[in-house]
């Protein structure tokens, strides 16, 4: 066999295994996005209303947004009687996550008792009526059932697990005061407008605020326009971001994004919430001329 044979045998080898590496990987990706990032509806035990549907629902906001505010339950139930019941609640619109119970009233209680029930099917749409977006979840009738009757906790003890949970956050991470006090561990001051201190420095930056130490003297800065701006992983909304420039970041209750078409003329604001970021993921790029 010639050494170019052999040389071909090898590139080909590798070729293919590079192909098949790649597959693979894209493979693990979509069913991990596909197991993470599709929407899920917990069920909750309901304690407020007699009729009362309890949830918790998640949805990836950041990459589908919109302002949930219909919820909607189906029962197709063919076999039984009656054979088709449907009710719909609205509510005030959220645009993150979020966790409630409603009232679905008697015809709630009509449709659970529906006869032949268990052979139906139940269907869940939670529906925005302004961005046109909805999510639906489609059980057989007797595990929608089964699942409702599983359900462990209440919404008034889910809020209560998630208060202790934020506040053992709130132990580790300093609370909002960090604006105008000292970066823990990094012994200066955060250099941001509404900080009384950086009052002649943002003045000289052509922006708002004060003066730290050697910081007067600086010199007037132009404004200039961003390329691209965005949040690295390691939020931990503050909400400073988002009281520096509300145009330009949304701070959701897990993380912060960027709202979609974002002004980025103003790169002194970008510039300052960056520099706000307790934890420094704020990164952009400036237009170059
Ligand atoms: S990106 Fe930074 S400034 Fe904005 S909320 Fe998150 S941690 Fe706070």
């Given at each position: 066999m010639s050494t170019t044979t052999i040389a071909l045998g090898i590139s080909l080898t590798l070729v293919i295994g590079l192909v098949a590496g790649l597959g693979v990987l894209s493979l693990f990706f979509g069913v991990f996005e596909w197991v993470f990032g599709r929407p899920k509806l917990t069920f909750l035990k309901p304690s407020?209303?007699?009729a009362g549907f309890a949830f918790s629902f998640h949805w990836n906001a950041a990459k589908e947004p919109a302002k949930i505010n219909n919820l909607e339950v189906r029962l197709f139930n063919p076999n039984g009687n009656p054979s088709q019941v449907q009710i719909k609640k609205s509510f005030d619109p959220e645009s993150e996550s979020f966790s409630k119970e409603v009232d679905l009233g008697k015809r709630y209680i009509e449709l659970l008792g529906a006869?032949?029930?268990?052979?139906g099917r139940v269907e869940i749409i939670f529906s925005s009526t302004t961005d046109g977006v909805n999510f639906s979840f489609e059980y057989p009738a007797s595990k929608f059932k089964e699942l409702l009757n599983a359900a462990g906790e209440t919404l008034a003890e889910q809020v209560k697990e998630e208060d202790e949970i934020s506040w053992d956050a709130k132990t580790a991470i300093p609370a909002r005061s960090f604006i105008a006090d000292t970066v823990p561990g990094k012994g200066a001051q955060l250099a941001?407008?509404?900080?009384?201190?950086?009052e002649t420095y943002f003045k000289n930056m052509g922006g708002g605020g004060g003066s730290a130490e050697g910081a007067a003297d600086a010199p007037a800065q132009e404004n200039f326009t961003v390329e691209k701006v965005w949040i690295e992983p390691?939020?931990?909304?503050?909400?400073a971001c988002e009281d520096i420039a509300p145009k330009v970041f949304e701070v959701l209750a897990d993380t912060c994004i960027i709202r979609p078409?974002?002004?980025?003329?103003d790169g002194l604001l970008i510039e300052e919430a960056a520099e706000a970021c307790p934890v420094e993921v704020i990164k952009f790029t400036k237009v170059t001329a």
């Open positions: 407020e209303f007699e006869q032949g029930f268990d052979s941001i407008a509404t900080n009384p201190v950086f390691g939020c931990i909304v503050c909400n078409e974002p002004p980025l003329d």
